[in-house]
């Protein structure tokens, strides 16, 4: 297969979830407690991404996301069970990029890219946990990692 005519110079390189805490209340209320019983909540925290310069001739960037989640009774607001979840991934750059370039592309397009890799870990855990939730819902990372006061911190 020819190689693609879109080159990018800021690459995908790899993931790791870096942090899974998970745990269930093991109540007559949380074992009992049906779907329409309780709610899901979602937190989440974006990490600095921090910049790795000349290694073997490239430069790396390192950045994540924090998903804390909360299984809350609709009846008396009570948790039922918690989470959180981080994932870290890495990211080549390959070219020369202007300041703005380089803050969109760690800040904002690296959460962005490891945003599905956590959800699915999230979905399975709840799943596997023995709570009837649909997968976790699309969230807009762009726009949220956007409004925060990420910084590239150059090491």
Do not use: W
């Amino acid at each position: 297969m020819d190689d693609s005519s879109v080159k990018s110079g800021f690459q995908f390189d790899s993931y790791k979830l870096t942090n899974i805490e998970f745990s269930v209340e093991p109540s007559l209320l949380t074992l009992a407690g049906k779907q329409d019983d309780y709610e899901v909540q979602y937190a989440f925290s974006f990490r600095d991404a921090s910049k790795y310069k000349n290694v073997a001739d490239k430069v790396l960037y390192v950045t994540g996301i924090k998903v804390q989640v909360s299984i809350v009774s609709r009846k008396d607001r009570h948790e039922m069970a918690n989470g959180l979840f981080e994932i870290t991934g890495l990211f080549v750059g390959l070219g020369a990029f202007t300041q703005e370039q380089e803050d969109v592309l760690a800040r904002i397009q690296g959460p962005t890219i490891l945003f599905p890799y956590v959800r699915a870990v999230i979905s399975q855990t709840l799943y596997n946990a023995g709570f009837a939730v649909p997968i976790m819902p699309l969230i807009n990372v762009s726009a949220m990692a956007h409004d925060t006061k990420i910084k590239v911190i150059e090491r």
